[in-house]
């Protein structure tokens, strides 16, 4: 792929939406890179979730957490917002590995809340270190309104995103790549995406007021693409899926051009 023609593209895309918000992108492929605002600070959001999951088989392969074990939704604090599991009736069981997919394929906050818990957020907060995400945070669990009105906020960069999706990809068992890839959230990196494209999409979004963010790891043929794409500031949620969206279709415009492939 002809990297040079794709940050091409997305200079012309960010300077189209100049003054809708702040912008931070970090991107790599074949250890060529495309960064900007790559060490800005952004709330996190649901990218969160995606150390959380690597916590959570890290445990699991150290034998202090067992994917199998079953858990009633009864036992689990009602949370609002994204996800399916405050829907389940009470006596429904589900198993850590169930409620980790579930916090990852529609960012479940109900199940994402017992797995902080379960995990340790210190545990969560060590394993960022130990990836070399620096500026990221767990302070707070998902829908926290009283944290969030005392400032308490979860924080993560484009390059720490990059580092995590890297960190996924790069595990033996391809066990989070897997999960992802089963992703349904996909109105934002992977709009743009042909239905028979062979393009597949391992992405985790997320959403808050005035926040836009979605990270993926693109494969197409021999090709593999990491990118993290974060806003925040901005005039309208609309405009950052809309950059997202646009940035996703240039990716996807350079891994259909043959030529480019050999560029």
Known sequence: MNMEKLSKLINKIVQEYEGEGHFGIAMEWRGQVFFLNENDVFPSASLIKLPVMVESFMQSSGGTLALEDLVEVRSLLRTGGAGIVQYMSP????????LLTLMMIVSDNMATNYLIERLGMDNVN???QQLGMSSTVLQRKMMDREARERKIENYTSPHD???????IYNDRNQSGKTIL???QLLDKLPYYR????GIRIANKTGELDKVEHDCAIIEHEDEIIFIAILTDQLTANQKGKELIQLIGASIFECLYDKKSLNG
Do not use: M, T, W
Not at 91 to 98: F, G, N, W
Not at 194 to 197: D, M, P, R, V
């Open 91 to 98: 006596q429904s069981r589900l198993s850590i590995r169930d």
């Open 126 to 128: 060590r394993r960022c």
């Open 161 to 167: 995103i990059l580092r995590c999706l890297k960190a």
């Open 181 to 183: 890839f089963h992703q």
């Open 194 to 197: 042909g239905e028979n494209s």
